[in-house]
């Protein structure tokens, strides 16, 4: 075997781990959300010897980063894909896309709020800088295709609304996933559990009223 | 001294540590974020011996739960005063109104993302209970007062405004107060600073348009 054909093979072996540490790591926080999820777990799972996952990963921090990365652009895909380059679209199909779309992504639901509150400051520069630039591509064709599918949307106030759908998302999906505590006193008191677990209902109609309110106030 | 006198001694004797305990722990919050409160910082900044402080807060997450209900309290009150049972208010006045008594009660709204995220999940259900029962009963005095100061929200309406306004204030605070790592980022690309530091105008903007948006859709 050559030299080059040595690096190949451990160039490809080293993404094949890679590959099965993230997939690792996507199940564990589908299962049991993102805060379960850890390195010695994620190695486990992944069937790798515990000192080998910093050859792939510096830290939780940086490998539940690189999720969040693929799942803006799996979104901003799939929302892209969705509004199929429409124009003159009403608000109520606009509000329908983006929050199916986003609901339909659980562990990007469940990262929102990790990612400035950990993960972003956990990392280097260097990962920061690029997993802003993902984002943010992911983000602005987003929000190009939100401007030119509405009928009425300018792209400020598309921007406003994506920004508030992220909020929005963020939040409400932590609070309509409690745990066993919680849980059990929403089966005590119902109106708690009411307000806290209609997040279909309740997110699709926030971001309809931001669509409505946005279109009235930006010129 | 009788027992009587002594019971009273001591029970006004521990209700002066707990206070002590819960100065400290805002002290610590405000100057370095709600992360950085750790029970052994607390009890160190309060004087206390280490193993004293289980005789008043079973966990850090008691402590900051206890924090977030004199919050909610306090904001419930102060904007409750500000729209001073007024009625016919504009769109405006109400969103400043709910946008600037939030926003002058930064511990209020870093803890906003804590409570559902680990605090609520982390104490008893006892506990938890108190929580929502003081919570709830100030997020109605707000709804009350926000839907009959308002020209044109029905409670309902006023009902989705304040849950949003939860929901925009804990991720875009967050968002607005980055560690080191991200700041250095937003001095190199402005751009990203940019998009992530406005939260006074961004807040105000996305809760005005949740009025506009809301009164518009509900009936």
């Known amino acids: 075997m050559t030299v080059t054909q040595r690096r190949a093979r451990s160039e490809s072996a080293k993404q094949q781990r890679t590959g099965d ?17 850890t390195l010695a777990a994620v190695t486990q799972a992944a069937g790798l010897h515990p000192s080998a996952v ?6 939780k921090e940086e490998l539940l980063l690189e999720l969040a ?13 969705r509004l ?27 990262l929102l709020i990790h990612v400035p509150l950990s993960l972003e400051d956990g990392v280097s520069l260097d990962r920061a800088r690029q997993y802003k630039t ?10 190009r295709a939100v401007a030119s599918a509405s009928a009425t949307l300018t792209s400020s106030a598309a921007t406003d609304v994506i920004s508030a759908t992220l909020a929005l998302t963020a939040y409400k999906w932590q609070v309509a996933h409690p745990g066993p505590i919680l849980a059990e006193l929403y089966d005590l008191v119902p109106r708690w559990g ?23 106030s930006t010129p």
């Open 21 to 37: 540490l993230l997939d690792a790591a996507r199940l564990i926080a589908s299962n049991d959300g993102v805060r379960a999820v």
């Open 54 to 59: 910093r050859r792939y990963f510096d830290s």
């Open 69 to 81: 990365e693929h799942e803006w652009s799996a979104w901003s895909s799939a929302l892209v894909a």
């Open 84 to 110: 199929d380059n429409g124009s003159d679209l009403p608000a109520d199909a606009i509000a329908s896309a983006v929050t199916e779309t986003i609901l339909a992504r659980p562990l990007f639901c469940d």
């Open 134 to 143: 993902t984002s943010f591509e992911a983000y602005d064709a987003i929000v």
């Open 194 to 216: 009411h307000v806290a677990l209609n997040l279909d209902a309740d997110l699709s109609r926030s971001i309809r009223a931001m669509i409505a309110g946005t279109q009235g």
